[in-house]
T-cell receptor, first 113, second 109 residues
Framework: DAGVTQSPTHLIKTRGQQVTLRCSPKSGHDTVSWYQQALGQGPQFIFQYYEEEERQRGNFPDRFSGHQFPNYSSELNVNALLLGDSALYLC????????????FGPGTRLTVT | RKEVEQDPGPFNVPEGATVAFNCTYSNSASQSFFWYRQDCRKEPKLLMSVYSSGNEDGRFTAQLNRASQYISLLIRDSKLSDSATYLCVVRDSNYQLIWGAGTKLIIKP
């Protein structure tokens, strides 16, 4: 049983460019959340997708957008990249039920130069 | 005040000792609680959920105190492999997970 997978693992972009990160949830999971984690900090919630809709959003600008597909996989898009967007981007999936924890993928390390 | 607060540490503990972490949360309507561990430059991994009655998994014990709005994690007979950052996570009534910044634990031989 594959866990949460993310692609790519590493990415280098320049300021102003756009990036798309991808995530496939763990089998049986229907909810996908995206997080940004800077070095030495806890993950910061970007948004969560359930039934192909954005269910909840954190304090991130509209440059950050996402999508969930019928097979529950998801994409995170970031437009007009800033140097401060450099971070580890984590995708987490969770099964039905609000009492369940989330399971993380290995993350995509984005560097903006 | 942060929504979820943890002592950043680091906690330097000799192998075999018992170590305890506390975490406080500000939203009394919080519904679910979790502890995650994160190794350096790796993703967080779910360690255990925290239930109202308290729960134990081997050397790990988690407890919840709703009245005082804190959760705790106790690690007994600590191993070198327990060295990591331990993150406290609280789910609010809108399904959102709120993360603490983590407590770094270093187990010394």
């Amino acid at each position: 049983d594959a866990g949460v997978t993310q692609s790519p693992t590493h990415l280098i972009k320049t300021r102003g460019q756009q990036v798309t990160l991808r995530c496939s949830p763990k089998s049986g999971h229907d909810t996908v959340s995206w997080y940004q984690q800077a070095l030495g900090q806890g993950p910061q919630f970007i948004f969560q997708y359930y039934e192909e809709e954005e269910r909840q959003r954190g304090n991130f600008p509209d440059r950050f957008s996402g999508h969930q597909f019928p097979n529950y996989s998801s994409e995170l898009n970031v437009n007009a990249l800033l140097l401060g967007d450099s971070a580890l981007y984590l995708c987490a999936s969770s099964p039905p039920g609000i009492g369940e924890g989330q399971y993380f993928g290995p993350g995509t390390r984005l560097t903006v130069t | 005040r942060k929504e979820v607060e943890q002592d950043p540490g680091p906690f330097n503990v000799p192998e075999g000792a018992t170590v305890a972490f506390n975490c406080t949360y500000s939203n009394s309507a919080s519904q679910s609680f979790f502890w995650y561990r994160q190794d350096c430059r790796k993703e967080p991994k779910l360690l255990m959920s925290v239930y109202s009655s308290g729960n134990e998994d081997g050397r790990f014990t988690a407890q919840l105190n709703r009245a005082s709005q804190y959760i705790s994690l106790l690690i007994r007979d600590s191993k070198l492999s327990d060295s990591a950052t331990y993150l406290c996570v609280v789910r609010d009534s809108n399904y959102q997970l709120i993360w603490g910044a983590g407590t770094k634990l270093i187990i010394k031989p």
